[in-house]
């Protein structure tokens, strides 16, 4: 099992450009989620994916799109990336419908906007 | 939203000293994990813990969930230079049908040789 896979690993960017991060998961786990971590900040939740289905905010979304496309992936999309989105991103995966909050998380896209 | 004080943000110790670092907040948590960060990686979980006053153990590792739900401390006993890298605490609560993490900003670990 490769567990949480996150691609591209790093990717620049110039203001205005778009991309997609995807992330995939082989651990049948039903929730997803998209967090940003900058220096001396922690992770901080973007959105996530309860279920195949749906998606909700976080605490930091603006300026972010997800798309859980089937139980397996759940995307992150830049419309118009600023340099403020400079960042590390991280996809987790947890069986949310148990009685756990234990996320395991991808490897990280490491995200530079000039 | 809740907010998790980690401290220290740093610490530098010699190889075979013990560690000890905490996290607290102003809010009641059902859950509190702690995971570790190598640089370049993803967060690696450590322990979980899911009662008030539970003490877990892994390995050298040990933690526990504070009897008042709102604080966790992690110790490392007779650390080793594999244990460097950014130690996270992370409460958890119930939102809808996900269950969420707010995490702390991290205690960076240096052991010296």
């Known amino acids: 099992n490769a567990g949480v896979t996150q691609t591209p690993k790093f990717q620049v960017l110039k203001t205005g450009q778009s991309m997609t991060l995807q992330c995939a998961q082989d651990?049948?786990?039903?929730?997803m989620y998209w967090y940003r971590q900058d220096p001396g900040m922690g992770l901080r939740l973007i959105y996530y994916?309860?279920?195949?289905?749906?998606?909700d905010k976080g605490e930091v979304p603006n300026g972010y799109n997800v798309s859980r496309l089937n139980k397996r992936e759940f995307s992150l999309r830049l419309e118009s990336a600023a340099p403020s989105q400079t960042s590390v991103y991280f996809c987790?995966?947890?069986?949310?419908?148990?009685?756990?909050?234990?996320?395991?998380f991808g490897p990280g896209t490491r995200l530079t906007v000039t | 939203g809740q907010q998790l004080n980690q401290s220290p943000q740093s610490m530098f110790i010699q190889e075979g000293e013990d560690v000890s670092m905490n996290c607290t907040s102003s809010?009641?948590?059902?859950?509190w994990l702690w995971y570790k960060q190598e640089p370049g990686e993803g967060p690696v979980l450590l322990i979980a813990?899911?009662?008030?006053?539970e003490l877990t153990s892994n390995g050298r590792l040990t933690a526990q969930f504070g009897i008042t739900r709102k604080d966790s401390f992690l110790n490392i006993s007779a650390s080793i230079p594999s244990d460097v890298g950014i130690y996270f605490c992370?409460?958890?609560?119930?939102?809808?049908?996900?269950?969420?993490?707010?995490f702390g900003s991290g205690t960076q670990l240096t052991v010296l040789p």
């Open positions: 809010s009641i948590f059902n859950t």
């Open positions: 813990l899911y009662k008030a006053g």
């Open positions: 987790a995966s947890s069986e949310a419908l148990l009685a756990t909050y234990e996320q395991y």
């Open positions: 651990m049948n786990h039903n929730s």
């Open positions: 994916s309860a279920s195949e289905g749906t998606t």
């Open positions: 992370a409460g958890g609560l119930s939102s809808g049908s996900a269950r969420q993490l707010t």
